[in-house]
């Protein structure tokens, strides 16, 4: 079983920085870890992964250029930057086959929440 535990997020002005970190222990040799962000009102989406098999990175088009995801041993960062109010939801870490698809998803984090004002 995977456990994966979060931090950071907060609330931050449009154009400012945020970085999440997760921790992941278990068995997860092979998965991609990454975050899901759920808006209010939407449906949980894939923001970001990183295959752990083969060092490749997943991004949503509504992040790229701005959000990063590296990995440093067990713990992935995803760093934020030129953040908009559209990025504002509940991140969730999560790890499994797939960074995209929800349902393929083998483990969750507990979720933090990122807050951007315009």
């Known amino acids: 079983q995977v456990r994966l535990a979060e931090s950071g997020g907060g609330s931050v002005q449009a154009g400012g920085s945020l970085r999440l970190s997760c921790v992941a222990s278990g068995s997860y040799g092979g998965y991609c870890v990454g975050w899901f962000r759920q808006a209010p009102g939407k449906e949980r989406e894939g923001v970001a992964g990183y295959y752990t098999a083969g060092g490749s990175r997943y991004y949503a088009d509504s992040v790229k250029g701005r959000f990063t995801i590296s990995r440093d041993g067990d713990t992935m960062t995803l760093q934020m930057n030129n953040l908009k109010p559209e990025d504002t939801g509940i991140y969730y870490c999560?790890?499994?086959?797939?960074?995209?698809?929800?349902?393929?998803?083998?483990?969750w984090g507990q979720g933090t929440q990122v807050t951007v004002s315009s």
């Open positions: 999560s790890a499994g086959p797939s960074c995209i698809t929800e349902s393929l998803v083998a483990s």
